[in-house]
């Protein structure tokens, strides 16, 4: 079965600095991976995603992730905060095989401090 | 804006009763997914449909169904509601339904049972 643990609830920096939101995978088969961001009342947008091409993705807004498979990882990462990337983020794992489930992790919610 | 819309926007209900929540999904996607948002479950995956045909079911109790007309807009119908039903209920798209395809999330529908 195919799990995602956010590795963090909360995470909290200041505008500017960078953002790190960690993500660790477990997959049977080869997985995609994803992350959505959820700003609040609003619903789910697709940030990046990875499907076995490269493994740094680049996303919308200056985050880009890396997969890891060594590691069983996929960070976010974003060089410098803006206080619209304040909301709550989603690591996301679809395996291959049947269908297109989504499996979601418990989310982080990013704070971005003046 | 996703292009995926759903309706009604916010729904209040007593327990015991029943309701339909709609989705259209984006021009041309053939497959249409059912997510439930809840904050002691977080996000999961309920019911997938590709074409008007169930492709993949998740976490979906035997008191709800889903649809998906020729149209290809579809259905949630939830009967016999309980106070933990109460929500935020996500439909999303994509264009084929294979585990790398995007998914494109609606705005939601919030469902209060009282």
């Known amino acids: 079965a195919q799990s995602v643990t956010q590795l963090d609830s909360h995470v909290s920096v200041s505008e500017g600095t960078p953002v790190l939101l960690r993500c660790n995978y477990s997959s049977s088969y080869s997985p995609s991976l994803f992350w959505y961001v959820q700003h609040p009342n609003k619903g789910l947008q697709l940030l990046l995603k990875?499907?076995?091409?490269?493994?740094l993705v680049k996303g919308i807004n200056g985050f880009e992730a890396e997969f890891k498979k060594s590691e069983t990882s996929f960070h976010l990462t974003k060089p410098s905060a803006h206080m619209s990337d304040a909301a709550e983020y989603f690591c996301v794992v679809s395996e291959r095989g049947g269908g297109n489930k989504l499996t979601f992790g418990t989310g982080t919610q990013l704070k971005v401090e003046l | 804006d996703s292009g995926v819309t759903q309706t009604p926007k916010h729904l209040i209900t007593a327990t015991g009763q029943r309701v339909t929540l709609r989705c259209s999904p984006r021009s041309g996607d053939l497959s249409v997914y059912w997510y439930q948002q809840s904050l002691d479950q977080g996000l999961q995956f309920l019911i997938q449909y590709y074409n008007g045909e169930e492709r993949a079911k998740g976490n979906i109790l035997e008191r709800f169904s889903a649809q998906q007309f020729p149209d290809l807009h579809s259905e949630l119908n939830l009967s016999s509601l309980e106070l933990g039903d109460s929500a935020l209920y996500f439909c999303?798209?994509?264009?084929?339904?294979?585990?790398?395809?995007?998914?494109?999330f609606g705005p939601g529908t919030r469902l209060t049972v009282l």
């Open positions: 990875y499907t076995s091409a490269a493994t």
């Open positions: 999303a798209s994509s264009a084929s339904g294979g585990a790398v395809d995007t998914q494109y």
